[in-house]
């Protein structure tokens, strides 16, 4: 599994960026967003119970990702015409502010270390991903968990710090001094 301090692994995979006719698919890569930090997600598969949930919950919030420079990602393995299906029937999809990843052939979810291997979907995963696409962070749970939208949030300010943040550290408290 790829983990902290590693470049986060090239892709080029088929998105659904909107759902206006003949504007919903782009190609998005490791290149699409320079000199952005990245927070790049992954749920089991579409039209299910506890995925729309979290992606719901990223697109709320997808103001406060990009008001630190962050470009939200999210996906599955499902295709970018399941994708566009899903948004098209869920009322809590349909207007998502970033890209839905179809990782079909499964390369990047494969890649990453997430894929689970009897269910042969994705675990749910998040990294952050800093400008040079180096990871600086990984959560992966159990299918049947969800993740904290909060706490992403949380962790991508601690690291934009720079400096040392102690447990249960928040935006606008001070850092630790390294004595």
Request: charged share 20%.
């Amino acid at each position: 599994m790829y983990t902290v301090g590693e470049q986060f692994p090239d892709f080029t995979l088929q998105a659904v960026v909107s759902t206006d006719p003949g504007e919903e698919f782009a190609e998005i890569t490791n290149d699409s967003h320079p000199g952005k930090w990245r927070v790049i997600f992954f749920w089991p598969m579409d039209f299910t119970f506890v995925c729309p949930t979290e992606i719901a919950e990223f697109g709320a919030k997808n103001a406060e990702f990009e008001k630190r420079d962050a470009q939200l990602l999210g996906g599955s393995t499902d295709t970018h015409y399941v994708h566009l299906a899903w948004r098209n029937d869920h009322p809590a999809l349909k207007d998502l502010p970033f890209p839905m990843l179809a990782d079909t052939k499964r390369e990047l979810s494969t890649a990453l270390g997430i894929l689970h291997e009897e269910a042969g979907v994705c675990l749910r995963a998040t990294y952050i991903v800093d400008p040079e696409g180096v990871i600086r962070f990984v959560s992966v749970n159990d299918l049947s968990v969800g993740r904290n939208v909060d706490e992403v949030l949380r962790v991508l300010d601690a690291l934009q710090t720079g400096g040392l943040t102690a447990c249960g550290w928040t935006p606008g408290e001070p850092t630790l001094n390294a004595a």
